[in-house]
Nanobody, 115 residues
Framework: QLVESGGGLVQPGGSLRLSCAAS????????MRWYRQAPGKEREVVAH????????SYTDSVKGRCTISRDNAKNTVYLQMNSLKPEDTAVYYC??????????WGQGTLVTVSS
């Protein structure tokens, strides 16, 4: 099970840190991703981190503004988002993948960037 938290309403230029806590799985073996889905748009991947945390990648629109990290001791992945823009408004989902097991999705957390 994956449970996201940390979403909310923030003004443009503000920051948020999203968290995704895993339970019932061996978290450290999973590659983790954050996705987002804005109203009327398809779900898109925002950031990815490998199981060990030694490699990360980002979609172009968030590069330099977002940082994905994980704490395998706490079974948690994070997404630090800075310099937020109205176009970052979306429901953010965490996703876990390992080739031996079914993919896991969280329920999502809403981020609204508005003045």
């Amino acid at each position: 099970q994956l449970v996201e938290s940390g979403g909310g309403l923030v003004q443009p230029g503000g920051s948020l840190r999203l968290s995704c806590a895993a339970s019932g799985v061996t978290f450290r073996i999973y590659d983790m991703r954050w996705y987002r889905q804005a109203p009327g748009k398809e779900r898109e991947v925002v950031a990815h981190i490998t199981s060990t945390g030694d490699s990360t990648s980002y979609t172009d629109s968030v590069k330099g503004r977002c940082t994905i990290s994980r704490d395998n001791a706490k079974n948690t992945v994070y997404l630090q988002m800075n310099s937020l823009k109205p176009e970052d408004t979306a429901v953010y989902y965490c996703h876990a993948r390992h080739y031996s097991f079914p993919d896991l999705w969280g329920q999502g957390t809403l981020v609204t960037v508005s003045s």
